[in-house]
Nanobody
Framework: VQLVESGGGLVQPGGSLRLSCVAS????????MSWYRQAPGKERELVAR????????GYTDSVKGRFTISRDNAKNTVYLQMTSLEPEDTAVYYC???????WGQGTQVTVSS
């Protein structure tokens, strides 16, 4: 199993980023997927999850209305569209196969002026 994230970077408060995670080594369309994040000095937290066909999504309260998780099963890719970014969103973002202990390497998101 391999999960490769991309799309992180430095963005000003109020800006947007789209993270991508390309999956391989398993039947992507069969599994729920998720995004987690870990800020400095804090525990890793679940940010968003999406069902195998994309019909069901869930978000942690702090990102509701600002982040959108989606997937393209034809491309084995899950996305996290992040808007209205805040300094508190600064973290390493990880892609995870929701029900399994498979993680990507993470991508850094820094929100700062």
């Amino acid at each position: 199993v391999q999960l490769v994230e991309s799309g992180g970077g430095l963005v000003q408060p109020g800006g947007s980023l789209r993270l991508s995670c390309v999956a391989s080594g398993f039947t992507f369309s069969s599994d729920w997927m998720s995004w987690y994040r870990q800020a400095p000095g804090k525990e890793r937290e679940l940010v968003a999850r999406i069902s195998n066909r994309g019909g069901h999504t869930g978000y942690t309260d702090s990102v509701k209305g600002r982040f959108t998780i989606s997937r393209d099963n034809a491309k084995n890719t899950v996305y996290l569209q992040m808007t209205s970014l805040e300094p508190e969103d600064t973290a390493v973002y990880y892609c995870k196969r929701y029900s399994y202990d498979n993680w990507g390497q993470g991508t850094q998101v820094t929100v700062s002026s």
